[in-house]
């Protein structure tokens, strides 16, 4: 359980990170709280020559109002954004999503951006981010490019960042009017992964009518994914259990649903569908005006 052998730099600028990887994009690996990279590395399923450490350069770990936004840096720690009192505020899905994540240890070191960046299928931060339609910012030789997480999540353990990119930031519309929101999740007994997560957020009319539906399901398929018929079965109608349960029941459309010696595809697809209902009800029952 010893990585092979590495070099390390721990450059203080975002800058000089960048050219530090462009100098050697396929051989180097961003480190930032290590906390997927290290046990990789020490099962040498992932052997890089190099690793620039991004944790150490300051003003890159934040929590921020920006006019309609919410701005976080890329090495904001899990514990962090757990226990922001204007995230509570202005967007608790974040705090609730923070708490769910491993134990004390892991959420003190992993960072939202490495959690993003790594795109485990049972990550947590994918179904917060798609469901809060978050945009990341992702910084490279060539410039700065913004896209949305929902197509920054390509596949098993992969992104759309190119190599020599790294992620910056993710931004987050503040919710506004009538919302909710909630997430849901079965930790894995050993590790607290995901088996499944569900991140809710809805939006409301005057008469309580559901006039937006954004989910994030992790946990089933090879990366975190948009519900969208359950989405589309939700907006315009008023909440009721039955709606619920007809909505929900399409939490798993369209999807390959993982299957391992913890829960089968069975078992994984009714757990998505029961929990996508709960994440529903609680985020309709926690409705407060942004
Ligand atoms: C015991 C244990 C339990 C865990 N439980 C959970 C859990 O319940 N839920 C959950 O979601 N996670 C869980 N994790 C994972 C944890 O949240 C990690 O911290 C997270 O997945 C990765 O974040 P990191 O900052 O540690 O990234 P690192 O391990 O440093 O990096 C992960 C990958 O992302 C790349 N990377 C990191 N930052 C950037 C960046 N800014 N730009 C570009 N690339 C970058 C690295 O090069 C690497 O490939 C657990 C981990 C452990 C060890």
């Known amino acids: 359980m ?42 040498r399923l992932a052997q890089p020559q190099k690793l620039i450490d991004i944790a150490r350069i300051p003003d890159l770990a934040y929590i921020r109002e920006d006019g309609n936004l919410i701005l976080i840096g890329a090495t904001t720690t899990h514990y962090q954004l757990e226990s922001s009192d ?10 609730e999503c923070a708490k769910s994540i491993g134990d004390v240890q ?8 490495g959690s993003l960046a790594h795109s485990d299928p ?41 190599p020599g990119e790294i992620l910056r930031e993710i931004r ?9 929101q909630a997430y849901q999740k079965v930790p894995h007994p050993a590790s607290g992964f995901a088996v499944v997560g569900i991140a809710a957020n809805l939006s409301f009319g005057a008469d309580g009518t ?25 907006v315009g109608k ?3 259990e039955q709606t619920i349960t007809m909505a929900t029941a399409h939490a798993c459309d369209g999807v390959d ?13 009714n757990l998505a569908i029961v929990h996508a209902a709960r994440a529903v009800r609680a985020a309709a029952a926690r409705m407060i005006t942004g």
């Open 2 to 43: 010893i990585p092979a052998q590495f070099e390390y730099e721990a450059p203080g600028t975002l800058a000089e990170a960048v050219s530090l990887l462009a100098q050697d994009p396929d051989g180097t690996k961003v480190l930032a709280g290590g906390h997927s990279l290290i046990p990789a590395m020490k099962l």
């Open 86 to 95: 204007l995230l509570r505020n202005i967007c608790p899905l974040l705090p």
């Open 106 to 113: 892991v959420r003190n070191k992993g960072t939202i951006g």
């Open 122 to 162: 049972a990550g947590d931060w994918p179904a917060a981010a798609i469901a809060l339609n978050a945009d990341v910012v992702l910084v490279g030789p060539g410039g700065e490019r913004t896209m949305n997480s929902e197509s920054f999540f390509v596949d098993l353990l992969t992104t759309a960042l190119e």
């Open 172 to 180: 987050i519309a503040k919710p506004e009017g009538k919302f909710g």
């Open 210 to 234: 559901c006039s937006a539906a954004s989910l994030g399901v992790t946990g089933v398929a090879s990366k975190a994914y948009r519900p969208a018929a359950t989405e589309s079965a939700l």
């Open 238 to 240: 008023q909440l009721d």
């Open 257 to 269: 649903i993982n299957s391992d010696l913890y829960a089968s595809e069975d078992y994984r697809r």
